[in-house]
């Protein structure tokens, strides 16, 4: 017997601490915290936000006035979503309406897509004569960063 299984009885050859049918858990596995919470929350009624109930939030908190959004912001028996975003619209200063604005409806619209089309002299594809193939890959490498915003 070693000296890790002191009080441990061999069977069969193998080393067991529990009776046939008896288990060291006799409660079982705890719960994970997350998955409780959210069996709890379900059995309350609640659901998960969807990201359609995020843009309409957004959507309608943009046509209310900056002191209705306030109250909004305010009332406790609110959900939290749409309370911390009346609170952050609220919040935001002249300076920084924009960004916030513009982080808003991309949150709840997505943002726009930019399309740049890269073309030679009058549309024609882009030629690559007497170009090596350093140079070639290299020039791609230029256009792709240029085409990403870098």
Do not use: C
Not at 77 to 93: D, E, N, Y
Not at 134 to 141: N, Q, V
């Amino acid at each position: 017997m070693s000296k890790g299984n002191k009080g441990i009885e061999p069977k069969d050859g193998e080393a067991t601490q529990f009776k046939k049918g008896e288990s060291g858990n006799k409660w079982g596995r705890p719960p994970r915290l997350v998955s409780q919470i959210l069996r709890d929350v379900k059995d309350d009624g609640m659901e998960a936000v969807t990201a359609s109930q995020v843009s309409d939030v957004i959507s309608v908190l943009l046509n209310y006035s900056v002191e209705q959004v306030k109250k909004i912001a305010e009332d406790k028996t609110l959900p939290i979503l749409i309370q911390r975003t009346a609170r952050r619209f609220a919040g935001a200063s002249d300076k920084d309406w924009d960004a916030v604005v513009e982080k808003a409806l991309d949150r709840a619209h997505g943002k726009s897509t930019n399309r740049h089309e890269i073309s030679g002299k009058d549309g024609d594809p882009i030629k690559f004569e007497g170009v090596s193939l350093e140079d070639k890959l290299a020039a791609l490498a230029l256009l792709e960063g240029k085409k990403n915003g870098v």
